[in-house]
């Protein structure tokens, strides 16, 4: 039998051309670019042993559908221009079951696991396949019976995205047929750009107040995306190409119920309480470290979500091109500088970290200057390219000494393929910063997680240093509490 060869190559070009794409987004090129690579690593804790028997299915007929992203690659048109393109997955491909001693302690496996994650932080995914991977992990450690690791590059979405995602494939331990549900959102917290128009109309004075913040913090925030760069502290290295440098992941927990009562006593948001609680943390690291200059300018970037949203939507709802907490990267980076420690404060007063960190995003609120950041952004990738904006964005990252983002987690107790999620937790990975740290609520549970340059900041004295730092602030806000607060 005669093949035409040159037919079959025709009719194969053809099949190509008539595979599905959609564009990559702008964010999801910054993300892809070649100055930047940043993924999003989430570890969901079990308390039963992991039978990964049903985790095909569980992929093929779930989690792939959720997305066309998570069945496709970035590839470039005839102009150039990045798309998402559908292929075949190989879940084999995808798939990672990681081999230890059998036998050994917990604590064995404990460094087995962090080191496992040290691991894949540092890895890229590759760009032939579809830009997620899950790492199932068997060994029980002090934490859990076992941890099942998500790993998902950023350009597929953004932190709500992906989580709405990772939700949409558990369900409640409790009664899978009932929804999960989540804290209530402040409904003073809406979308970003709506909330600075109605807060510039409130008043000529407010009005006033907005129009100088937004200069300054514009400004600010401008230097400290070309020029400006943090000093070299014990949480800053300011190395070139740290983001390539091992990272150590540690976690912590506080109790909700105590941070309300923070909250309560002084009159503050949780955000408030968070941020103080982190700011006093750094400040006590570096007197801990015997740093010589425990004030050294440093700068927080703040990750805010930029979607109008009273919660999670579904993911149904998430996709759809009208609804405003559609899928996609919908963030933007609020610059926030480190309160500085007075003389003996850390000490004597530490609720002024609290009203400090009130003050500052108060002020900050009160500012169009993230607003103004999105239309820099949008206009540096029109006319200049994405390459050039990844770069501004890659610089933004760099000058800074931290970065801050959090997710709100169900109330409820999940459950995956009838395994209990004990607890879960994220790391953004690929950032080039020495310091990354993450919130996720969870069960009337703060994880907290910290993502720290090995070799340059002690992940357990930084810990530690947090730690006290929520003692110290609790004991100061709620004098009347009977014993130490447990985290």
């Given at each position: 039998?005669?093949v035409?060869?040159?037919?079959?190559v025709?009719e194969?070009?053809?099949e190509?051309?008539?595979?599905?794409?959609?564009?990559?987004?702008?964010?999801?090129?910054?993300?892809?670019s070649?100055v930047l690579?940043?993924s999003?690593i989430?570890v969901?804790?079990?308390?039963?042993?992991?039978d990964?028997?049903c985790?095909?299915?569980?992929?093929?007929?779930?989690?792939?559908?959720?997305?066309?992203?998570?069945?496709?690659?970035?590839?470039?048109?005839?102009n150039?221009?990045?798309?998402?393109?559908?292929?075949?997955v190989?879940l084999q491909d995808?798939?990672?079951?990681?081999?230890f001693p059998?036998?050994?302690?917990?604590?064995?496996?404990d460094?087995?696991?962090?080191?496992?994650?040290t691991k894949?932080?540092?890895?890229?995914?590759?760009?032939?396949?579809?830009?997620w991977?899950?790492?199932?992990?068997?060994?029980?450690?002090?934490k859990?019976?076992g941890?099942?690791?998500?790993?998902?590059?950023?350009?597929?979405g953004?932190?709500?995205s992906?989580?709405?995602?990772?939700?949409?494939?558990l369900?409640?331990?409790?009664n899978?047929s009932l929804?999960l549900?989540?804290p209530s959102?402040?409904s003073?917290?809406?979308?970003?750009?709506?909330?600075y128009?109605?807060?510039?109309?409130?008043?000529?004075?407010?009005?006033v107040?907005?129009?100088?913040n937004?200069?300054?913090d514009?400004?600010?925030?401008?230097?400290?995306s070309?020029?400006?760069?943090d000093?070299?502290?014990?949480?800053?290295?300011?190395?070139?190409?740290v983001?390539?440098?091992?990272?150590?992941i540690?976690?912590?927990?506080?109790?909700?119920d105590?941070l309300k009562?923070?909250?309560?006593?002084l009159?503050v948001?949780?955000?408030d309480?968070?941020?103080?609680?982190?700011?006093?943390?750094?400040?006590?690291?570096?007197?801990?470290?015997?740093?010589?200059?425990?004030?050294a300018?440093s700068?927080?970037?703040?990750?805010?979500?930029?979607?109008?949203?009273?919660?999670?939507?579904?993911?149904?709802?998430?996709?759809?091109?009208?609804?405003?907490?559609?899928?996609?990267?919908?963030?933007?980076?609020?610059?926030?500088?480190?309160?500085?420690?007075d003389?003996?404060?850390?000490?004597?007063?530490p609720?002024?970290?609290?009203?400090?960190?009130?003050d500052?995003?108060q002020?900050?609120?009160n500012?169009?200057?993230?607003?103004?950041?999105?239309?820099?952004?949008?206009?540096?990738?029109?006319?200049?390219?994405?390459e050039?904006?990844?770069?501004?964005?890659?610089?933004?990252?760099k000058?800074?000494?931290?970065t801050?983002?959090?997710?709100?987690?169900?109330i409820?107790?999940?459950?995956l393929?009838?395994?209990?999620?004990?607890g879960?937790?994220?790391?953004?990975?690929?950032?080039p910063?020495s310091?990354?740290?993450?919130m996720?609520?969870?069960?009337?549970?703060?994880?907290?997680?910290?993502?720290?340059?090995?070799g340059?900041?002690?992940?357990q004295?930084?810990?530690?240093?947090?730690?006290?730092?929520?003692d110290?602030?609790?004991?100061?806000?709620?004098?009347?509490?009977?014993?130490?607060?447990?985290?």
């Amino acid at each position: 039998m005669k093949v035409n060869v040159k037919r079959l190559v025709e009719e194969e070009e053809e099949e190509e051309e008539e595979t599905p794409s959609f564009p990559v987004s702008p964010t999801g090129q910054y993300f892809t670019s070649s100055v930047l690579s940043v993924s999003v690593i989430c570890v969901l804790e079990f308390e039963i042993p992991i039978d990964d028997s049903c985790t095909m299915t569980l992929l093929n007929d779930v989690f792939i559908p959720i997305n066309p992203r998570f069945s496709s690659i970035m590839v470039r048109d005839k102009n150039g221009e990045k798309q998402w393109k559908k292929v075949k997955v190989k879940l084999q491909d995808h798939i990672n079951v990681p081999i230890f001693p059998e036998g050994k302690s917990k604590e064995f496996y404990d460094n087995c696991f962090n080191e496992y994650l040290t691991k894949i932080a540092m890895e890229q995914l590759p760009q032939s396949r579809p830009l997620w991977e899950i790492h199932i992990f068997k060994y029980p450690t002090t934490k859990s019976a076992g941890n099942l690791v998500f790993k998902l590059h950023h350009s597929l979405g953004d932190g709500f995205s992906l989580m709405g995602a990772l939700l949409s494939c558990l369900q409640r331990a409790d009664n899978p047929s009932l929804p999960l549900t989540f804290p209530s959102f402040n409904s003073t917290n809406p979308n970003l750009e709506s909330d600075y128009k109605k807060r510039f109309c409130t008043n000529v004075a407010q009005m006033v107040n907005g129009v100088v913040n937004t200069f300054l913090d514009f400004g600010w925030s401008l230097l400290k995306s070309t020029k400006l760069e943090d000093e070299r502290t014990p949480i800053r290295s300011g190395d070139e190409g740290v983001e390539f440098i091992p990272i150590d992941i540690t976690t912590m927990e506080f109790s909700l119920d105590h941070l309300k009562k923070i909250k309560s006593n002084l009159k503050v948001t949780i955000n408030d309480v968070i941020c103080g609680v982190l700011f006093l943390g750094v400040r006590l690291y570096m007197e801990e470290m015997k740093y010589e200059e425990k004030n050294a300018n440093s700068t927080a970037l703040v990750l805010l979500n930029t979607r109008n949203v009273a919660g999670y939507k579904s993911v149904k709802e998430m996709v759809q091109p009208s609804n405003e907490s559609k899928w996609g990267n919908q963030f933007a980076f609020l610059h926030v500088s480190v309160p500085k420690i007075d003389k003996e404060e850390s000490s004597s007063n530490p609720l002024n970290f609290v009203f400090k960190a009130q003050d500052l995003i108060q002020r900050k609120r009160n500012s169009a200057a993230v607003i103004l950041t999105g239309k820099l952004l949008d206009i540096l990738q029109k006319y200049i390219g994405p390459e050039v904006t990844a770069k501004y964005i890659h610089n933004t990252l760099k000058n800074s000494s931290m970065t801050i983002s959090n997710m709100i987690g169900p109330i409820e107790r999940m459950a995956l393929a009838n395994h209990p999620v004990k607890g879960l937790y994220f790391m953004v990975v690929g950032v080039p910063e020495s310091l990354t740290i993450t919130m996720m609520s969870y069960m009337g549970k703060l994880r907290v997680a910290v993502g720290t340059e090995k070799g340059h900041i002690d992940p357990q004295k930084f810990k530690c240093s947090i730690e006290n730092a929520f003692d110290r602030i609790f004991n100061a806000a709620v004098p009347s509490a009977s014993s130490k607060p447990s985290n």
